[in-house]
């Protein structure tokens, strides 16, 4: 017989609104490392020393090639991912374009 009775088990999928509970981590709340690659204006200088100072950034460096810039991140999800990048790294004066790109552990 099944009792009807909440577990503490991080592997129990629950059909309660919001995130499900998948492993040790709630769906929306898995920890996200990602790549952002950074276009600048030209001429434009400065602008990985001034990334590295954002809180979840764990490197910032200056590339050749069609970016200028490239940012590795660890947010705590998807979507403080996306709000470091739209508003904290896209605010950055002399940054003109952004492409993220999330790890993918497959």
Do not use: F, W
């Amino acid at each position: 017989m099944m009792e009807d009775t909440p577990t503490d088990s991080p592997d129990v999928t629950t059909m309660a609104p919001g995130p499900r509970v998948v492993g040790l981590y709630r769906e929306r709340e898995m920890p996200t490392t990602a790549y952002v690659l950074i276009q600048t204006e030209v001429g434009k200088r400065g602008i990985a020393e001034k990334v590295r100072l954002i809180d979840g950034v764990t490197s910032a460096d200056e590339v050749t090639g069609p970016y200028d810039v490239i940012v590795r991140s660890e947010t705590n999800s998807v979507d403080d991912l996306g709000r470091l990048v739209v508003s904290k790294i896209q605010l950055i004066d002399g940054i003109t374009r952004t492409v993220t790109c999330p790890v993918m552990n497959l």
